[in-house]
């Protein structure tokens, strides 16, 4: 083999992932107990609904933003996990996830016919909203199956 037949694998397994998980980002470790929701986290929302979830909880833990916006509420996300048990979304469907002013957890997504939407879990309860027929709902946290009702 003369020098113009070697090949290198500097950068050959790099990825965009890789790179936003660097030395200087604190990988997401369950902590014990956590696995479940995990599980579950990655099964309805993806690899990205998962890490956005971590990220928020562990980034968002104080007052945060300019408007000192409340931390992360994990009474929202018992809401959101009792949700996520019990929920099922059209084949391909991956609601996107998103952290409110409120520390709350937002779930959003479309349905068949592309209406948006929007469910979010609150310390107490939680609100829908169906572009569709344009219905608003809230909800105590412990009836989240009358929320499935209207979702669908």
């Not at 694998?9 to 660097?22: H, I, L, V």
């Not at 599980?39 to 007052?63: A, C, V």
């Not at 929007?118 to 009358?146: D, H, I, R, W």
């Amino acid at each position: 083999m003369n020098s113009q037949d070697t090949y290198t694998f500097e950068g050959a397994f790099d990825s965009s992932w890789d790179r936003a998980f660097d030395s200087s980002t604190p990988y997401f470790m369950s902590q014990p107990g956590e696995s479940e929701m995990d599980d579950l986290l990655i099964s309805k929302l993806g690899i990205r609904g998962w890490g956005r979830f971590n990220y928020f909880k562990q980034k968002f833990s104080g007052e945060w933003g300019e408007r000192k916006n409340k931390p992360f509420s994990p009474k929202a996300a018992s809401a959101l996990q009792k949700f996520l048990e019990l929920a099922q979304f059209a084949e391909g469907m991956i609601p996107s996830i998103f952290l409110t002013e409120d520390g709350h957890l937002e779930l959003a997504w479309e349905d068949n016919n592309g209406h948006k939407i929007q469910v979010e879990f609150g310390n107490l309860e939680t609100e829908v909203y169906l572009e569709a027929n344009e219905t608003e709902g809230t909800f105590p946290n412990e009836k989240m199956e009358s929320v499935l009702q209207l979702v669908g």
